[in-house]
């Protein structure tokens, strides 16, 4: 089971975990603002996004066949996996067949979804990720702690430190240094693995072409230079038509990064063909499903399916904003983690997930494709909720609570009169402002939230008190 | 696996695929757009639409990246966009030109070339300079876009780190609405590249740092 709540203090006193979230987070929400703003149709781009992929969404099975058929037309292979570990499989059979020894990665946060690196080392495959952000997070042997920028939560000196340490850097805080560190090494090996595995950003199914969006040329390089490409995509990547991604990229590029379009998109169809100079000669398209056929089946629950993993809502998050990634303890963080984490897994393995929100709504207005992230969660905590109310004990003694404070509230004199006794009441609790009641039910209330005192007048009484003295 | 899929969205109520495309800037002058967006990405634009300012721009990419050859695949890439008259001038080669054409399995004999061989693939790694010839730019994002052929790969364009593009000006689109309307994807070959600026990114404290591990340097040439 995963507890958010256990994570979070260690988090939240992290000074430079906090620095690093500030800083990074606040430039990647004004790059973002800066380009939305430069879109007058914003709006109308999400709306129709939306309705493509809702309509895929309620096709999909017909949209993958499309989609397998014309990658098999183009040479290339479909595997369809039910569940993480038939992806898994699938990988490591075709490495041992090929005798493989070495792989490179371009980012997929899906395989990291199916724990593809853990499994790889137990099989004694050297896997490289060569995304830079992701190779830091291997190097520190963590996870990413955002779906986009997954060394976000590491400063430039600890990612120095790292490579000092690990690659064996001259010294230097600079970050064209450890990128130029990072280039030489990587070059050896692009050149020398015989397996690339990306992940997908899009699929069309009208042309059966792979789109994958990328800033550094390294998922160029993985799926140049090694004879087998491996792509890993989650079923609900399918898009119809080629004319959508014009839609989609600008959405998704400008939620993503700011940038107005990122440094290469890639499109792929299949392996090299006659007459090509390079490229792989097999092309496998992993087609995954581990859990996400179940989302689809609820029709409310069923556009957390939409997501087109911009990463906008964790850098929009009040609650991301200050826990960070890992807090969340599961691959996919903020709020598309904490509606993703629950559904993907289950309640029972992540049932703190749907409480990870303010419920603010920031990550609704900002998401691309308008998946209501606010009421999915919501959704969420009902079903939490039910299931711990069909063995409630609570259940009386909150019942006449509500009817006591119904009964308080609807008399002006109840409700002063019962402010003037609190105030009296309070004065045994508290303390710098805040009250500290150790007795149930407000000792669990207080544990993470202060409980600010009753000021020592009320507001009617202000009010009168100053139309004596103008 | 893909009944269970069918049986979860069996009963979904969809909506009909949208019709129309939202609508995409339009620009009066899109040349001028594709320079400013492709400036802004770090990448350097040439106008060469007059064919007599080939040798001059063809000189100061080759000093920028300080390079003394040029690498490409594609035979007719110098014919396309009007080069062999400008070569065969003997006052560029007087600047030191030394062209490589290169190609898997042929010899090339192009009027142009002072200097043709084959091309091993143990040379890629010492290329700095190569030269490709875009299918279709984006004036909205200062964008071009690469094709793999036959007779050409993938790697020529993203191992070395400089990387000079050609572009017709005729195949100047406005706006990704015009490219996804048009983009062969599949048609040619079995990859296809859209490119905006250099290799880069800000995976350190959102720090950008241009050329990571595909070209540091993109040059555009724009020809008529």
Known sequence: ??????????????????????????????????????????????????????????????????????VSEQGGRVIWAETGQEAVQFVLDLAH????????????????EIHLNESLERAQIEAVETDLGEYIVQLATEAPSHIIAPALHKSRGEIADLFVAKLGMAP??????????????????????????????????????????????????????????????????????????????????????????????????????????????EFYLVLLDNGRSKILADDFLRQTLACIRCGACLNVCPVYQRIGGHAYGSTYQGPIGAILTPQLRSLEEAPEHA???????????????????????????????GEKNQKAAH??????????WAWVMCSPSRYAR???????????????????????PFNRWIKHRDLPALPARSFKELYSSSEKQP | MLEKVRRACDQAE?????????????????????????ERTGGVFFDARQPKELPAVLTSVMKQSDSTEIYWEDEQLFQRHGLPFTLRNPEAFAKGFLVYSFHFRQEMKLPILLNSKR??????????????????????????????????????????????????????????????????????????????????TADIEKTLVIGVHGPKQLFVILTS
Not at chain 1, 425 to 440: I, S, T, V
């Open chain 1, 172 to 281: 230097s805080q600079d970050a064209v240094e450890i990128t130029k560190t990072a280039r030489k090494l990587m070059r050896e090996h692009f050149l020398t693995a015989r397996i690339g595995i990306t992940g997908v950003n899009f699929a069309v199914a009208e042309t059966g072409t792979i789109v994958i969006v990328e800033n550094e040329a390294n998922v160029r390089l993985s799926v140049s230079v090694p004879e087998i490409h491996i792509a890993l995509m989650g079923i609900e990547k399918v898009i119809p038509r080629t004319s959508d991604l014009a839609v989609f990229l600008k959405l998704l590029v400008r939620s993503a990064t700011g940038q107005t379009m990122s440094s290469y998109v890639n499109f792929l169809n299949g392996p090299r063909r006659n007459g090509e100079l390079d490229g792989p000669r």
């Open chain 2, 14 to 38: 969809g909506v009909e695929l949208p019709g129309q495309s939202p609508q995409f800037p339009q620009y009066t002058d899109p040349v001028a757009k594709f320079r400013q967006e492709l």
């Open chain 1, 1 to 70: 089971m995963i507890r958010i709540s256990a994570n979070t203090q260690a988090a939240l006193a992290d000074q430079k975990l906090q620095r690093n979230l500030r800083q990074t987070l606040s430039k990647t929400l004004h790059s973002r603002n800066e380009a939305v703003s430069d879109v007058p149709n914003w709006e109308e781009l999400r709306q129709y996004a939306r309705d493509v992929k809702t309509h895929t969404l309620s096709r999909l099975a017909d949209y993958l066949l499309e989609l397998e058929g014309k």
């Open chain 1, 97 to 112: 067949e090929k005798r493989v020894a070495k792989i490179v990665k371009g980012k997929s946060m899906l395989s990291e």
């Open chain 1, 395 to 404: 259940l009386p003694f909150e019942k006449l609570a509500m009817q006591v």
């Open chain 1, 418 to 440: 019962l402010g003037r006794w609190l105030r009296i009441l309070q004065k045994n609790f508290e303390e710098n402002g805040k009250l500290k009641l150790p007795f149930p």
């Open chain 2, 119 to 200: 091309y091993e693939r143990s040379e890629l790694a010492r290329v700095s300079l190569s030269a490709s010839s875009a299918g279709l730019g984006v004036a909205e994002t200062g964008s071009v876009v690469h094709e793999v052929r036959s007779g050409a790969g993938r790697l020529l364009s993203v191992l070395p780190p400089a990387h000079v593009v050609f572009l017709s000006e005729k195949d100047l689109l406005m706006n990704h609405a015009e490219l996804f309307r048009s983009l062969p994807l599949g048609q040619y070959g079995s990859a296809l590249t859209l490119v905006t600026g250099p290799s880069r």
């Open chain 1, 355 to 385: 409480y990870a929100s303010s419920l603010c709504g920031a990550c609704y207005e900002v998401c691309p494709v308008k998946i209501e992230i606010p009421h999915i969660l919501l959704r969420l905590r009902e079903k939490v909720q």
